[in-house]
């Protein structure tokens, strides 16, 4: 098989996973998708994090009796007075049990996409994994780790937008503003949790770790190269012809 060939035959293999796992609305996947990403992150809440059931004991989220959530909801459905809303399928709460004890109301939840936080990348990160040409062992050790390093991203995308929630002046919120929070946390917030482009660029770098071995990148490097030179000289030679006539 030609290099061309084995080019083509990857990029529709990764367009083929990609599109099934992500794009095609199978009947009740993507609600499937949303509660497992609303329990998992629960889990690390309620165990690392704090949960809940750890405010009254003075173990909440960064060492204060607060806590945080994910609920995993129908798109379009109003919740918890959020108005409905069909371009998402979490919310976040957020409580402060000071806040609480004073008769201060919580903050509104914040609606977020499963499919662009954590479904996305890790679709595209498993349909680049099998549409690449390598051993099943090769393969299967590409998946573990690298679904594992995607996981975390996952993770501190939601650990950034809990941040957010808990971050300001207002009662509720237990980080207090500084110059380089309002400097940085905007931004980065931004970055990873509201772009797209975020979703595919991380999974195309952990692709690349845990995939490719030096050689492999050496060949891909030689291989761009030499398509390099063929289109030069093919520009070279059609000049000459215009030259000669």
């Not at 609920?71 to 000071?98: C, F, Q, T, Y």
């Not at 952990?206 to 492999?216: E, G, H, P, Q, T």
Request: glycine content about 6%.
């Amino acid at each position: 098989m030609s290099t061309r060939a084995a080019v083509a035959l990857f990029a529709g293999k990764l367009i083929g996973i990609y599109v099934a796992l992500a794009i095609i609305p199978w009947p009740g996947w993507q609600e499937a998708c949303s509660e497992t990403v609303a329990g998992v992150v629960n889990y690390f809440s309620s165990d690392v994090w704090g949960g809940l059931e750890a405010m009254t004991e003075g173990r909440g989220i960064f060492g204060t009796s607060a806590a945080a959530q994910v609920k995993s909801i129908a798109r379009g459905a109003p919740e918890h007075g959020v108005d409905a809303d069909i371009e998402h399928d979490l919310l976040i709460a957020v409580a402060n049990l000071d806040a609480i004890n004073r008769k201060i109301p919580p903050p509104t939840p914040k609606r977020a996409d499963s499919m662009l936080l954590a479904i996305a990348p890790l679709s595209f990160l498993f349909a680049l994994i099998v549409a690449t040409p390598m051993t099943w062992k090769r393969r299967m050790i590409a998946l573990a780790s690298g679904g594992i390093a995607c996981c975390v991203f996952i993770l501190l995308r939601f650990s950034i937008l809990i941040v957010v929630l808990f971050y300001g002046a207002a009662p509720h919120h237990v980080i207090k503003p500084t110059d380089l929070w309002n400097a940085v946390l905007p931004r980065v917030s931004g970055f990873l949790t509201e772009t797209m482009a975020t979703s595919f660029l991380v999974p195309l770098l952990i692709w690349v770790v845990v995939a490719f071995r030096r050689s492999d990148l050496e060949r891909v490097v030689q291989w761009l190269a030499l398509q390099a030179g063929d289109e030069r000289e093919n520009a070279e030679t059609t000049g000459k012809k215009h030259d000669s006539s």
